[in-house]
């Protein structure tokens, strides 16, 4: 079945460091990719996302490009803030009819410290 | 605005006892899903429905049950053969996929925690 695995947390950074989360995935035919952020306490709200190979999703100066050849979507971002602190969730989309199922990684805390 | 409205944000429950979440969203989804999230384990999916009267299991539907009365509400009962209900539960919708490019985009609730007393 589909599978998604991120990198473990937490990740630590200092303000303005380069931020790299790794994913990659398992999936028959071609889904869509999506990172998720949640803060704490909230639910989760949509990044970015990819919807083909080589296609880039940016969004709030983060950036994942889909990447076919070796199954992953990495995000990155190349100046941290303290309010990027959260948790990130890589997911791909199967379909079920009309309706789309997300399966998710387990997340990576991101801490960003003065 | 339009979004999804959980509640409660935060629920007690004994053990022995079925609770319900609810979940509403006004913004004329047909899908809607509920997940479970658990430290370190991601969110895992409960139920979905692709339309009224319609719901499927999902990979943990075991001690859970849904309806789908309404095109808004999704409610979710937690109950008493759920062996390990405390976590956070979040629900979600979106747009059938095929209608746009904005299909297999889930929109979020903030989320209802429950504990096990």
């Known amino acids: 079945g589909d599978s998604v695995t991120q990198m473990e947390g937490p990740v630590t950074l200092s303000e303005e460091a380069f931020l790299t989360i790794n994913c990659t995935y398992t999936a028959t035919g071609y889904p869509s990719l999506f990172w998720y952020v949640q803060y704490p306490g909230e639910g989760l709200q949509l990044l970015l996302k990819a919807t083909k190979a080589d296609d880039k999703g940016s969004n709030k100066g983060f950036e994942a490009t889909y990447r076919k050849e070796t199954t992953s979507f990495h995000l990155e971002k190349g100046s941290v803030q303290v309010s990027d602190s959260a948790v990130y969730f890589c997911a791909l989309s199967g379909t079920a009819g009309t309706a789309s199922k997300l399966t998710f990684g387990t997340g990576t805390r991101l801490q960003v410290t003065l | 605005d339009g979004g999804i409205t959980q509640s409660p944000k935060y629920l007690f429950r004994k053990e022995g006892q079925n609770v319900t979440l609810s979940c509403e969203q006004n913004?004329?989804?047909?899908?809607m899903y509920w997940y479970r999230q658990d430290p370190g384990q991601g969110l895992r999916l409960i139920y979905y429905?692709?339309?009224?009267?319609?719901?499927q299991k999902g990979d943990i539907a075991e001690g859970y049950s849904v309806s789908r009365e309404k095109k808004e509400s999704f409610p979710l009962t937690v109950t008493s053969a759920q062996k390990n209900p405390t976590a956070f539960y979040l629900c979600?919708?979106?747009?059938?996929?095929?209608?746009?490019?904005?299909?297999?985009?889930?929109?979020f609730g903030a989320g209802s925690r429950l504990t096990v007393l």
């Open positions: 913004l004329n989804h047909d899908a």
């Open positions: 979600a919708s979106s747009i059938p996929t095929g209608r746009s490019s904005g299909a297999n985009v889930l929109t």
């Open positions: 429905s692709q339309i009224v009267n319609d719901f």
